[in-house]
């Protein structure tokens, strides 16, 4: 690659650690608390990234204290269970699939909510795609701030929505751990797979 093709700004070594090259997926925390205005603080640096005609779909669920992570035990995958109930911070992102009622206030330039309620069968992929782009959003956030995250899908959805979601329109997408992560419970970093074998450029 010619080098005059590339930014002239040199990247934020630091950041990009704690983002990317030295971040983990978490399978234990230290006992150090999470405070709730940081909690806010990451919803409020996440949000502002893009989602199709601005629909912000993603709705979040946060159990901290053990009563709250309690009611979750029971869905989780069996090799989930520690990992969550000793985790400081456990969110349910969860897609919101009435995203439309809120289009006037988010979207008001146009007439977004009659489009969807036009086009019901939009739905469902624009909600979740959305609230999934917006989960990734969270996370690299939440480690932008300080905190780690450990990402699970071992756990049984439909018992979540019902625990947590009964009688909305949310379902749930995947759970997350948010606190300081524990480096002894780190397993080896997997392989990732390079550039040539899943990129193409036409």
């Avoid at 080098?3 to 983990?24: C, I, K, N, V, W």
Wanted: proline content about 7%.
């Amino acid at each position: 690659m010619d080098h005059r093709s590339l930014p002239s700004t040199q990247p934020d070594t630091g950041l990009l650690e704690r983002m990317f090259t030295q971040a983990r997926s978490q399978n234990g925390w230290l006992d150090r608390p999470v405070p709730n205005a940081l909690i806010e603080q990451i919803h409020d640096l996440a949000r502002l990234a893009p989602t199709s005609m601005n629909c912000s779909p993603l709705r979040i669920t946060y159990l901290v204290t053990t009563e709250a992570k309690d009611r979750l035990r029971p869905a989780l995958a069996a090799g989930n269970v520690e990992k969550m109930m000793t985790c400081p911070v456990v969110a349910i992102f969860a897609t919101d699939f009435a995203f439309a009622e809120r289009l006037p206030f988010l979207f008001p330039h146009t007439d977004g909510k009659g489009f969807f309620e036009r086009n019901p069968h939009l739905v469902e992929d624009t909600a979740f795609r959305n609230a999934t782009l917006q989960a990734g959003y969270y996370m690299l956030a939440a480690r932008a701030l300080g905190l780690d995250c450990g990402p699970i899908s071992g756990f049984d959805a439909k018992a979540v929505d019902a625990i947590f979601f009964e009688h909305t329109q949310l379902r749930s997408n995947f759970i997350c751990g948010l606190g300081h992560g524990d480096p002894s419970k780190l397993f080896a970093r997997h392989p990732r797979l390079p550039f040539k074998e899943v990129c193409r450029i036409l």
